[in-house]
């Protein structure tokens, strides 16, 4: 007799094992045999898969939020003193006039703004407001859009204390929340009091405009003067500013800039969006280790109620797959077999995952966007074609390596001793 | 005596052996057989004389401890897992005790499971299954789960499933074990009929009954045919 094993005769002998269908046929009829506790199955695998796309949207989400709040602003460049944030101090860039101009005259370059930031307060009557203040360039400063009235150019620059007072722009939410109009008067100092009024600078100021400030917080009054003036009021002299902003034709050469400007200044640090947002994301990670964190305990749990299930299911079908590997299926098809069915599961639940996820991620970005100094616009659960992917990668991989388990084990049968165990049980 | 041109499964001498914690457990001594086409084949005798066992290593479910088997003239006891899976699902068809149907699969769809792991394109495995379910009389019935079947109806569909990819050899494991005398007898009957259309078939079974319509019976005891 030959020693090599029969050949399969025949076409329709050449292609076994080959084809996906029988898995896919045998995995979701399978499925379908416990209907019930398959439903539950996938209602919970919704909800890990939701918190998932939460903690996916929320580790991507705020920096993809912030990057798009900055890029919808419409500066490639910022320019701050060394080792600062935009407005996360009084440190301010010497000279920044001078850098200013000699940014603008780079290539790629539409404007360099010197804005200067810092906190007053707005007296009306006898009350002392905190107002944020911007000293801008008279004219096309660029951080605000004028809503009413007329911008700083219209009025005197840099006057005080005279007829009509200094022009200032005020933010709508002073306007409605205070009642001031365009032409009333204010006094503006970095005096907290009356008493103390007298040892520190104070401009009158009148009321021109009111804007959209783009870097406002939700409940922040701003208002915007003159830059001489708020240096009058800091007590500084010379050409100092908090911050340039640069407005570029061609941002694709935004790092090369921000190259030549710390090259240029050392004193300063100048960002392109991409380098801001690399910066900001250290002072993000307790929102990045928060949804690794939650994160990982929901594929955790994903994880381990697929086992549990599959496993359960292939304990109660050990007579089947012994009977399948005897008709032929090999181990390998059985393995891929108890796979598919925790892969499935995992396709199964990602509708509802997505929905579940994007309703709750909605309503915790509105709890927390409610909280004081969130900016306008930001968001920390973002919905990005990243997270979804993200969390239907993980979600299925999840699904797969879940099966494993189970797979071992139904792999694993002998096939004569199940069948026989199976009989006679 | 055997003729070896028709010959579908040749045992040579093989042993099979458990090892247990008391002790190894034989429970084939030295078997030699062979089955031929167009045979329907008894194997009787009392439980645990290793009736099963052969079954199972005749068609390449296990392995002999010792000795040889050849499947269609060629060696299969030593082939590995995959060539030995290949081998059943093209060349052995298998019933048992228990039917075992896949319980959310109707009829047809239970009997086109081993075409679809065979790559039989869909339409003619459809064809093959309504075949294969009309020669064992349930063409009517193709379209029914296992649930709503009789005991015997389901054997049959098990039998239609074995059937269905050709083989050349049946192996039916107390095939009527668990149907009533009558249902038995039919199935017995389509068992007939199937090593009658050229196939060899072995069947065990402790019905003397059943037996009795077999072309060749053998008598098993401790693990030796007597």
Known sequence: MAAAPPEAAGPTRAVAGSSVQPLAFLTVRTLVRTPARTALVILGLSITGALLLDMTMLAGGLRASLGGVLSRLGFAVRVVPRGTLPFSGDAQIVDADGLAAAIATRPGVAGAIPVIGTDVYVGRGDRRIPTFALGVPAGGSGVYTVLEGTDLSAGRADAGGTDGGVPVIINEHMARLDGIGIGDRLIVSRSPGRTLEAFAAVETCRVVGVADFYFDLPTQRSLAVPSPVLRRLQGRSGTGASLILVRMTEPARADSLARWITARDPRVDAFSIQQFLDRAGARLTYFNQFSLILGTISVAVAGLLITSIVTLSVGERLGEIAMLRALGFTRGRIVGLVVAEGVALSIASLPGALVLGVAIGDYLDHILRSAPAVPEGLHFFTLTAQAVVRTTALLIVTGAIAGAYPAAVAARLGIAATLRREIVS | ?226
């Open chain 2, 1 to 226: 005596m055997t003729d070896p041109d028709l010959a579908v499964v040749r045992a040579e001498n093989i042993t099979k052996t458990y090892p247990m914690p008391v002790g190894p457990v034989h429970a084939l001594r030295g078997i030699t057989i062979t089955v031929e086409r167009g045979t329907l084949l008894a194997v009787a005798g009392p439980s645990g004389c290793g009736k099963s066992t052969l079954l199972y290593l005749l068609g390449g479910v296990d392995r002999p401890t010792a000795g040889s088997v050849f499947l269609l003239g060629a060696r299969t006891d030593r082939l590995g897992d995959a060539a030995l899976a290949r081998i059943r699902l093209h060349h052995v068809g298998l019933v048992f005790q228990r039917f075992f149907l896949l319980p959310t699969l109707t009829a047809e769809e239970n009997v086109a499971v081993p075409m679809m792991e065979a790559g039989v394109p869909p339409p003619e495995r459809r064809r093959r299954a309504r075949a294969a379910l009309e020669r064992v009389g349930l063409a009517d019935r193709a379209h029914h789960r296992p649930g709503q079947l009789s005991g015997g109806e389901m054997q049959r569909v098990a039998i239609a499933r074995a059937v269905a990819t050709q083989p050349a050899l049946l192996l039916a494991d107390e095939p009527t074990g668990e149907l009533d005398e009558t249902t038995g007898r039919q199935i017995g009957r389509l068992l007939q009929d199937l090593s009658r259309d050229g196939l060899a078939v072995v069947l065990v079974t402790h019905n003397p009954e059943l037996a009795s319509l077999a072309d060749r019976q053998v008598r098993m005891r401790d693990g030796m045919i007597v």
